[in-house]
């Protein structure tokens, strides 16, 4: 008889040994394992404990609720562990008053808390798979939370310009390409909405070792996230319809002659400040610098947080319109003198200490200033004026 176990006997036979399949979680036992990762996410994105406290977040209140009565339990301490990487379990750091007794939370309460009902009404009879608490947080990085943009109305009038280029062929919507691409003052269109990457946070290199950071994303319908750069360049790769809007192109001004004839005169562009002067933050997406150059917008600002008619801080470019056969420098005078109602009121210092007015900065939404060139083309402009109080152009009476 031959010494041959079972499994060399199956491998003849081409057949695998079947795995024995790990017992089911219960739902009880899916939720507060869920819930205990709720916990530990708070953690990670808070830097402590979650607390009790009448001037704390109610879900603050109610993971603190939920890890006393954790730690309370025996089984929960026994079934946690392995995933108690922070040592949630067996730290005693408490809040800063019993708001809620965790003694009178039953299994029941506890189940509620963890978004059960009691008495099995769930529906819930098995749990095919529980996602590691690595994926979970992967996931939920990816997503990320949206929340309600408080200062909507600020970059309602951006989305709204945006779109006005798109319709009349001055921005396209191309397909995304570059994580480079993912920047201050440029828009996308991911899971069907429109996005503006309002503000980006100093970079830094990640587990991975890439580069990364922290952005805010305000999307057109009302909301706003604080997604990390690489999140919202995987969330524009892998969803097929994700786009990249490019900058505004409005085609050549006052370009009456024909094709191959004329000369390009220069170029009027739009600048939006990155400065963090107060003033300059609290209304970064109304106020923009106006001007007019001849040579590569690039080159005009390669400095510009050296050079005190730049605020003494980076810039970056919003809206540029090429101009045929216009004197630049009548027209950036003609622009200043329409916009001075919005001139931004403002004193910063030179590099050298020196209090310096910028004179070329105004309170102007960039959808108003579209609208300017609107009429420049139309050679319409000298019958309306801007009322900054408004933040409109208006025909004069």
Not at 140 to 164: G, H, M, N, S
Not at 305 to 312: D, G, H, I, Q, R
Not at 351 to 366: K, N, Q, S, Y
């Amino acid at each position: 008889m031959s010494d041959r176990s079972d499994l060399d006997i199956l491998s003849d036979l081409g057949l695998d040994p079947i795995e024995r399949k790990q017992a089911a979680l219960s739902p009880r036992e899916a939720r507060i394992i869920a819930g205990f990762e709720d916990i530990q996410k708070f953690v990670e994105e808070h830097g402590g404990v979650p607390q009790h406290g009448q001037d704390r977040d109610i879900f603050e209140r109610l993971y603190a609720a939920r890890l006393e009565r954790l730690r309370a339990q025996a089984d929960c301490r026994k079934m946690l562990a392995d995933l108690d990487t922070w040592g949630l379990l067996t730290d005693n750091q408490g809040g800063d008053g019993q708001e809620i007794d965790p003694s009178d939370l039953d299994d029941d309460a506890l189940l509620a808390s963890l978004g059960v009902e009691a008495g099995g009404t769930s529906g819930l009879t098995e749990l095919k798979h529980v996602r590691p608490q690595a994926e979970r947080r992967a996931a939920a990085e990816d997503i990320a939370t949206r929340q309600q943009c408080q200062d909507f109305e600020t970059f309602k009038p951006l989305f709204e310009a945006v779109k006005a280029d798109i319709d009349r062929g001055a921005r396209q919507t191309l397909k995304f390409g570059r994580k480079s691409e993912i920047e201050p003052g440029r828009f996308f269109i991911v899971d069907g909405l429109m996005a503006y990457v309002a503000e980006a946070g100093d970079p830094f290199t990640n587990e991975s070792g890439n580069r990364d950071s922290r952005l805010r994303v305000v999307f057109g319908n009302g909301t706003e996230s604080n997604l990390l750069s690489r999140s919202l360049q995987k969330a524009l790769t892998q969803d097929p319809a994700g786009r990249r809007v490019t900058d505004s192109d409005v085609g050549p001004l006052f370009n009456n002659a024909i094709e191959g004839e004329g000369s390009d005169t220069g170029t009027i562009y739009v600048l939006r400040s990155l400065s963090d002067h107060s003033l300059v933050a609290e209304n970064r997406a109304v106020i923009h610098k106006i001007g007019v150059t001849g040579g590569q917008i690039e080159r005009r600002f390669a400095n510009a947080a050296k050079e005190s008619t730049f605020l003494m801080a980076p810039v970056e470019v919003v809206g540029k319109f090429d101009l045929i056969d216009i004197n630049r420098v009548a027209l950036e005078n003609l622009l200043h003198r329409f916009f001075a109602p919005g001139r931004l009121d403002i004193t910063i210092q030179d590099r050298f200490g020196t209090p310096v007015h910028p004179r070329e900065w105004f309170i102007v939404p960039l959808d108003v200033i579209h609208e300017a060139v609107d009429l420049l083309q139309n050679r319409t402009l000298h019958q309306h004026e801007y009322r900054a109080e408004q933040g409109k152009i208006v025909r004069r009476a």
